[in-house]
């Protein structure tokens, strides 16, 4: 048999928030050879952390996965957000944009660091103005009245940084990312001087956001704030 089960989290009231854990036959037995690894996601009694948070609709008897436990963003108001939601909705809004981590922790509002896809080079730099954009992401600034073929080019250029306020206006006017009925707004972005990538372990083999390897990014954004 399999076991599911819904534990609140310590450090959170909201029952949206609570860890999604699971035991039973089918689960993995651990990490092959990685005892550390194994360790750190299986309780005393074998039951797997998912690393999901959710909680279960008892009128449906359906459980609900509402975000990955990393991904719950919690402000110094005491509210919480989805950064998956917010990196979503931005990503809608601004297509032009390659990637987008949203930051908050302890913080008094939601920060969105941004990134254009640049061209890769061996031993690439983070100086934005060495980083020259990708021709399609030329093409489509040049189609929103942007003409830029750098990273800087593009953080200086008023027009844009106009287009993206708005993009957040309607990500905030039209969204609602808090877990709960707490406002959890965007008010602040930064465009990156790089792209994401692989080999700096900020992206997963699927190009997916590592959030554990995003840490050197958070703490150029928190000495900019």
């Known amino acids: 048999d399999t076991r599911i089960t819904v534990r609140r989290r310590p450090d959170s009231e909201k029952a949206r928030c609570?860890?999604?854990?699971?035991?039973?036959?089918?689960?993995?037995?651990?990490?092959y050879l990685d005892p550390a690894a194994t360790a750190q996601v299986f309780d005393n009694d074998g039951t797997l952390q998912t690393g999901d948070c959710g909680e279960v609709d008892w009128s449906t008897q359906l459980l609900l996965v509402e975000a990955r436990e990393d991904?719950?963003?919690?402000l110094s108001t005491n509210h919480e957000a989805?950064?998956?939601?917010?990196?979503?909705a931005m990503r809608k809004e601004l297509p032009v944009v390659s990637n987008v981590v949203a930051?908050?922790?302890?913080?008094?509002?939601?920060?969105?660091?941004?990134?254009?896809?640049?061209?890769?080079?061996?031993?690439?730099?983070?100086?934005?103005?060495?980083a020259r954009l990708a021709p399609h992401v030329v093409a489509a600034l040049e189609e929103m009245g942007v003409s830029a073929s750098t990273v800087e080019e593009a953080r200086q250029d008023k027009d844009l940084t106009q287009k993206i306020i708005h993009g957040v206006q309607r990500v905030n006017k039209h969204s609602d990312f808090a877990l709960g009925s707490d406002a959890a707004p965007v008010k602040r972005f930064f465009i990156l001087s790089?792209?994401?990538r692989l080999e700096d372990g900020e992206l997963t083999p699927t190009?997916?956001?590592?959030r554990s390897g995003l840490r050197p990014c958070v703490v150029a954004c928190r000495l900019c704030l």
Do not use: W
């Not at 609570?18 to 651990?30: E, P």
């Not at 989805?82 to 979503?88: G, P, R």
């Open 71 to 74: 991904a719950i963003i919690k």
């Open 18 to 31: 609570s860890r999604i854990l699971v035991k039973g036959r089918n689960v993995m037995m651990g990490y």
């Open 82 to 88: 989805m950064a998956t939601s917010i990196e979503l």
């Open 194 to 196: 790089q792209d994401l």
């Open 103 to 130: 930051v908050g922790h302890g913080l008094p509002f939601i920060v969105c660091l941004l990134t254009l896809e640049t061209i890769p080079s061996p031993g690439q730099s983070r100086d934005a103005k060495q």
């Open 207 to 210: 190009l997916e956001l590592r």
